[in-house]
Antibody
Framework: EVQLVESGGGLVQPGGSLRLSCAAS????????MSWVRQAPGKGLEWVAN????????YYVDSVKGRFTISRDNAKNSLYLQMNSLRAEDTAVYYC???????????WGQGTMVTVSS | SYELTQPLSVSVALGQTARITCGGN??????VHWYQQKPGQAPVLVIY???NRPSGIPERFSGSNSGNTATLTISRAQAGDEADYYC?????????FGTGTKVTVL
C-alpha cells in the first residue's frame, strides 16, 4: 500500500526548533519529488517546500526561507523538514505529499500538528 | 508572486450543479489541479491538469480552464460532496494553492 506517515510534531516555544519526518512506503521513494504543505487552524493550504529526487534542487515559500530546511534520505525512504526560529504563525498541520501518478499531489500523509506557543 | 482567488463559499441544492471558480492571471496557460478536503482529513486530488479525473473519482467531477478562470464543476451534488475545495498551480518553481471554497449541499 502506498503510504506517507508524518511524525515529529508537537508544542514548541517561539524561537525554538523542530524536525519533522515523513516515512514513505509502497513506492520507489527515490524517483519522486517530495513536498511539505501546511494548514494553519481554520485556514487554507499553503505549500512550504519541495525537493528533487536526488536532493539537488530545493525550493521554499518566501515566509520560511532561511529558517526551514527540507532534506531527504533515499536509503531510509524518508523526507524531513528542519524548522528553526519558529514563530506563532508557523502553527499548522504539516503534510508531506508527492506526485506519483499525476503531476499533482496525488498522495498525502495524515499530517502532524506543530504548535508554536509560549 | 502568483495568486489564485476562489469564492469563500458556494451553496448547491442536493442533486444540482455546483461550480467553483479559481481566478488567476492567464491561468489558462497553466495546469490547474483541484483538491477536496473534508474536516479533519488530508486533501484528496479530484481533478488534475485542468480536466482529468484520478482513478476512483466520480464522473460527476469535471474541470475546465481558460483565460483567467479555471472552474471545477460538481454535477448531481451529493451530501458527501460537502467539503472545502482548493485549486493549485505550479508557478516559477513554487506550488500555489487557491484561497479555498467551502461547498455546502442544501
Amino acid at each position: 500500500e502506498v503510504q506517507l506517515v508524518e511524525s515529529g510534531g508537537g508544542l514548541v516555544q517561539p524561537g525554538g526548533s523542530l524536525r519533522l519526518s515523513c516515512a514513505a512506503s509502497g513506492f520507489t521513494f527515490s524517483s519522486y519529488w517530495m513536498s511539505w504543505v501546511r494548514q494553519a487552524p481554520g485556514k487554507g493550504l499553503e505549500w512550504v517546500a519541495n525537493i528533487k529526487q536526488d536532493g539537488s534542487e530545493k525550493y521554499y515559500v518566501d515566509s520560511v526561507k532561511g529558517r526551514f530546511t527540507i532534506s531527504r534520505d533515499n536509503a531510509k525512504n524518508s523526507l524531513y523538514l528542519q524548522m528553526n526560529s519558529l514563530r506563532a504563525e508557523d502553527t499548522a498541520v504539516y503534510y508531506c505529499a508527492s506526485e506519483l501518478v499525476t503531476d499533482a499531489f496525488d498522495i498525502w500523509g495524515q499530517g502532524t500538528m506543530v504548535t508554536v506557543s509560549s | 508572486s502568483y495568486e489564485l482567488t476562489q469564492p469563500l463559499s458556494v451553496s448547491v441544492a442536493l442533486g444540482q450543479t455546483a461550480r467553483i471558480t479559481c481566478g488567476g492571471n492567464n491561468i489558462g496557460s497553466k495546469n490547474v489541479h483541484w483538491y477536496q478536503q473534508k474536516p479533519g482529513q488530508a486533501p484528496v486530488l479530484v481533478i488534475y491538469r485542468d480536466s482529468n479525473r484520478p482513478s476512483g473519482i466520480p464522473e460527476r467531477f469535471s474541470g475546465s480552464n481558460s483565460g483567467n478562470t479555471a472552474t471545477l464543476t460538481i454535477s448531481r451534488a451529493q451530501a458527501g460532496d460537502e467539503a472545502d475545495y482548493y485549486c493549485q498551480v505550479w508557478d516559477s518553481s513554487t506550488e500555489v494553492f487557491g484561497t479555498g471554497t467551502k461547498v455546502t449541499v442544501l
